[in-house]
């Protein structure tokens, strides 16, 4: 039975993290055909890519992509929130899809998916003790974090995951899939290398 894979991108450029994550992607979920819904002429930053998108989607497709959908300018320079709103919404509306592959710097998708539920539905205890944290002068994120690893009853490493620029996009794919009520399965790969704020390169 032929499989659909999906994957959201900005791919600026196409590197060998890519290529990994494309690999592994395939391979944990036996991908007949991938589709890839990608930024087009700037990032979510708002900066100019540094190829044009359709540089970015002829190397896209030289390295396995089978169909490139260019992410609306709307979404792509948009929120985490909105990008991955916009994205599921693309990839849910074709009615093809069998899985989202996504990169994390914890590819722990249970507790990746918890979190992302609480911060879905809000629970009224998580809401109360959010709240209470806020009271207590700490900032929003920590407020945030904090508040979930109360309700979770989760590790001390709460803090560090809502805190990685992959894991929350990951959390937002995972709750725009919840909110629009889709059948795509969701696929954590964990990142190789270096990640989206380092400076420096890995060490061999």
């Not at 879905?120 to 959010?130: T, V």
């Amino acid at each position: 039975m032929e499989k659909v894979l999906g994957i959201i991108a900005e791919y600026n450029p196409f590197h060998n993290g890519h290529l990994y994550h494309l690999a592994e992607s395939k391979k944990k979920c036996e991908a007949t055909y991938t589709i890839a819904v990608v930024g087009g002429n700037f990032t979510q930053r708002g900066e100019p890519s540094i190829f044009d998108k359709w540089t970015k989607t002829k190397i896209a497709i030289e390295n396995g992509i089978d169909l490139v959908i260019e992410l609306p300018l709307l979404y792509s320079i948009s929120s985490a929130e909105n990008f991955a709103e916009g994205a599921i919404r693309i990839l849910d509306s074709l009615e093809i899809v069998d899985f989202l592959s996504f990169g994390a710097e914890n590819a722990d998708i249970n507790l990746l998916s918890k979190i992302a539920n609480v911060l879905y539905e809000e629970p009224k205890e998580y809401r109360d003790i959010l709240s209470a944290e806020l009271k207590s002068g700490v900032s929003f994120p920590k407020a945030r974090a904090n508040a979930l690893t109360a309700y979770l009853g989760s590790p001390d490493n709460i803090n560090e995951i809502v805190s990685s620029p992959n894991n929350i996009l990951a959390i937002e794919y995972l709750k725009a899939l919840k909110k629009y009520e889709s059948t795509i399965a969701p696929v954590a790969i964990a990142r190789k290398g270096s990640f989206h704020n380092d400076i420096s390169t890995p060490k061999r």
